[in-house]
Structures are given as C-alpha cells and as structure tokens.
C-alpha cells in the first residue's frame, strides 16, 4: 500500500489561504470517509486538526476545514497566519491489510 | 487533561529487541483503543498497530512489514501501553509515538515520542 500523494510544499502570505490535496485510490480515500489531516510542527508530535473528512476537534481552529471529492481530500487553511507554518499529513481507513495509510506530507511555508 | 509519555526507546543492534512504554493519564484508559505510530528520521509517518480496549474485545492489528515481529499489549492496572519489538531491522529506526484512538479511527492524542535507532 503506498502513501497517499500530496505536493511536497505549499506556500502562501499571511491572510491567504491554501488548500493541500491527497490522492488516494478506490480502496482508501474514495472509499471511506474516514479522512483526517494534522498538522506537526518541527520537533513536535502531530495534532489532529480534522477527522470524517470535515470535522474538527474541539479547540481547532475554524481556519482549517476540509474536503474530499472521488479519491482525492483536501485541507484549506483560510486567513493564513505565521503559526500555521508546519507540515501536515493527510491519513485514510484503507480496505487493505494496511489499515490506515498516511500521506507523504506537505511543508507549508507562511511567506 | 491527557497525557501520554512514552519511554523505553534507545540504540539496539540489528536482531535485538526493545520494548517500549506508554504511561497513560488524565483519561480512563481501560476504556481506550491505543494505537502506535512511528517516523523515520526526516520521513513522514506511518501507522503501525492498534489494540483496542479489552470491552471491545481487546484485539490487535498491525501493519505488514512488523507483523509477527511487534506485539502491542495493555496494562489496565498500570494504564500503560506496550510495544514489545524483536527481530528489529535498520529500518525499524524512527521516533515512535503512541495515540489515543478518536471515534475508531483517528489518532487523537499523541505523546511526545520515543526514538528507536537500530544499527551495529
């Protein structure tokens, strides 16, 4: 089972806003919605900031939301601020022996 | 307020043997599914295997390349979390991380990690 594919850097000003794609196949991100995404910043264990595609944990921020068409979720981040800057990591359930697969990350740089 | 801290990690030699712990508070762990997750140095992350909470039947899963290798077990008198490793390969080396499991599938919670470097 390979990871899920996601640009290897995004960047943006601050109050922008970016959206990071994951493609998955059939068998993973197509077929559940059990997508999530967290943000991990140097030196620091993951956050998770989004779970069942769109929600979010109590006490993240309402700048983060997220999508999914087909095999493909995405993570936007609206009014980008300093602090965001961090990799994240999109994860899917997959009907494989596998069971939940991560994405390869994406850097994302507040300019 | 929960808290895991995670410990055991260290240098081992190819086909050696580790066991990392994970000291659970602030919860009811009893009732928690625990995953462990893991990242190789500069790499992205991988999941590795989850035990579930012995009312939910207290099974476990694990990935491929550690199946047969890697045993998650539970302490619920000790709220503390396993992973016992053998047979530890080069590339097994990477911090592991212990989780909460979310609504069944998600890490919810993350300790602060512990490093595992396998090489001679």
């Known amino acids: 089972q390979s990871a899920l594919t996601q640009p290897a850097s995004v960047s943006g000003s601050p109050g922008q806003s970016i959206t990071i794609s994951c493609t998955g196949t059939s068998s993973d991100v197509g077929a559940y919605n059990y997508v999530s995404w967290y943000q991990q910043h140097p030196g620091k264990a993951p956050k998770l900031i989004i779970y069942d595609v769109s929600g979010r944990p109590s006490g993240v921020s309402n700048r983060f939301s997220g999508s999914k068409s087909g095999n493909t979720a995405s993570l936007t981040i609206s009014g980008l601020q300093a602090e965001d800057e961090a990799d994240y990591y999109c994860?899917?359930?997959?009907?494989?022996?596998?069971?939940?697969?991560f994405g390869t990350g994406t850097k994302v740089t507040v300019l | 307020e929960e808290q895991l801290v995670e410990s055991g990690g260290g240098l081992v030699k190819p086909g050696g043997s580790l066991r990392l712990s994970c000291a659970a508070s602030g919860f009811t762990f009893s009732n928690a599914w625990m995953s462990w997750v893991r990242q190789a140095p500069g790499k992205g992350l991988k999941w590795v295997g989850r035990?579930?909470?012995?009312?939910?039947?207290?099974?476990?899963d694990y990935i491929e390349p550690v199946k047969g290798r890697f045993t998650i077990s539970r302490d619920d008198t000790k709220n503390t979390l396993y992973l016992e490793m053998n047979s530890l390969k080069a590339e097994d080396t990477a911090m592991y991380y212990c989780t909460t499991v979310f609504l069944g599938h998600y890490e919810g919670n993350w300790g602060q990690g512990t490093l595992v470097t396998v090489s001679s």
């Open positions: 994860n899917s359930y997959t009907n494989t022996n596998t069971f939940y697969v």
């Open positions: 035990i579930k909470s012995k009312p939910a039947g207290g099974t476990t």
